[in-house]
């Protein structure tokens, strides 16, 4: 019974912290849910926007995937919703089955968000969380930073009121340049003046704000909200200054009231051609989310259970298809918004929810005059956050391979779309991976006199015994290393005629897999041949379990050493 209880604590996080639940946690997650709903309201509308779809769909894909992720995820203060990749990710990907603006292109992105969650159900009962290291950070950071430059591109036509379209930088850049000629003055005007007054507020607000005497959160929180603000203010101007009849595109009447639940109908065709972006859109979506909840939940000394979170996440996207929304995930802005405003609990998740489901029911006949300048404003500073330049030159001082991976994504998404750009990198890190495993640094070592430390003999003071080579391997053993190990070994000894035993010292070897131990098994087979014994030393016990389980130790010429000193000092009886 007892079991069955930790298992559905596990699956059901929420019943942990519901079990504390008290008035003063609901203070604190009221006070926070206030503040992200003023925050989401717009941001959800501008992302909605930003994936081609009504302003609509972005509030229903805030209220019922809250709910989803506070019964099944982990994180204490993740928000979940529409995010900026994510979304031109959607945009891209059902770019490809329907035209926007059209009732199967809304279909296509609920489709989107019930597969997505489908498979990352899946993978969190099948514990598949690993997959998401199959994703470098350079990559990652690299396919952020080109999503970010895309969308600010993409919105650059809002803010001038001209046509235009593409999914590349090139296609873009394109459409803006013939549709020069066409600018709005007065929608300029409007998104000119939001995008400044935006970037202002992200800048300086807070700090003004200190230093006339409002506490830092109290600061923070205003400098947050300057979305609302620039809302509102837009709202006015459009409705005074009767902006539609000068040709500023609104956004237009809003439907009031929520959607009925629904299962959305998969056709074979819609399963095919959504089937790779659905998967990329959940892995990419998982490695912001637990990227962010990580950082949060280290903050309070919390914990978040990735496999789980897989779950939370797929739960809450298939809430979201279920209410005609489209993909979401854990935010970075609005969880950081989250965090600081004190939430305590995923309650505040909940509360979020009511007031989105409030807005949506009774304040969307004001929002319809909302200039569309206005919400890629807010999208352009919103994504600035995104671009990470000085990861790019960190990268490129540290280590090339990986500034090589990160630069082949950034091309490749700005070239040829975020699809093919994730692929890109992520084929080329598997790639630079497999290539440098391919050839582990080995290293001849010696005694380090009067201690027992064995270190390289290009970088050291050491003592040798010219009949024993003692080599160490600093990397696992596997099918892509397994013949240079066997070719290396073999180069070695060809050049010293007096050696009688070889050492393979393996402090860093975790793993040896089929094709190494063929290996092992051949170099020990030419060694013997050659009258040199082959010896091991400081071999992992997970290792040797493994070891044990074949017959390679039967067939040993050697021993096997505890250490490389016992190693030396054992075999250099013999030598002498």
Known sequence: MRRATDRLRRHL????????????????DGIAAVIVTIMLIPQSLAYAMLAGLPPEVGLYASILPLLAYALFGTSRTLAVGPVAVVSLMTASAIGQIAAQGTADYWTAAV?????SGVMLLIMGFLRLGFLANFLSHPVISGFITASAILIAAGQVRHILGVPG??????????????????INPATLAIGAGALCFLYFARRWAKPMAVKSGLPIRAADMLARTAP??????????????????????????IPQGLPAPAIPALTWELITGLAVPAFLISIIGFVESVSVGWTLA?????????DQELIGLGAANIASAISSGYPVTGGFARSIVNFDAGAQTPAAGVF????????TLFLTPLLGSLPQATLAATIIVAVLSLMNFSAIRHVYQYCRADFSAMMATIIVTLLWGVETGILAGVALSIFLHLYRTSKPHMAIVGQVPGS???RNIERHTVTTDPAILSIRVDESLYFANSRYLEDRITALVAGRPDIRHVVLMCPAVNAIDASALESLEEINHRLAE??????????????????HRSSFLQRLSGKVFLSQYEAVASLSKETT
């Open 13 to 28: 996080p929420a019943l942990q912290w519901a079990a504390g639940y008290n008035r003063d946690i609901l203070l604190s």
């Open 111 to 115: 489709a989107l968000a019930l597969m």
């Open 165 to 182: 379209s593409g999914s590349t930088l090139v296609e873009i850049l394109a459409g803006l340049s013939a549709s020069i000629r066409q």
């Open 228 to 253: 609302i603000f620039a809302v509102a203010v837009t709202i006015l101007l459009a409705i005074w200054l009767d902006l539609a009849a000068k040709g500023v595109a609104l956004v237009g009447a």
């Open 298 to 306: 280290a903050k309070r000394r919390q914990r978040i259970v990735p």
């Open 352 to 359: 979020t929810a009511i007031g989105i489901a409030f807005a």
């Open 452 to 454: 027992e430390h064995f």
């Open 530 to 547: 050659a009258g040199i014994a082959f010896h091991l030393s400081e071999v992992k016990g997970p290792v040797m379990d493994k070891l």
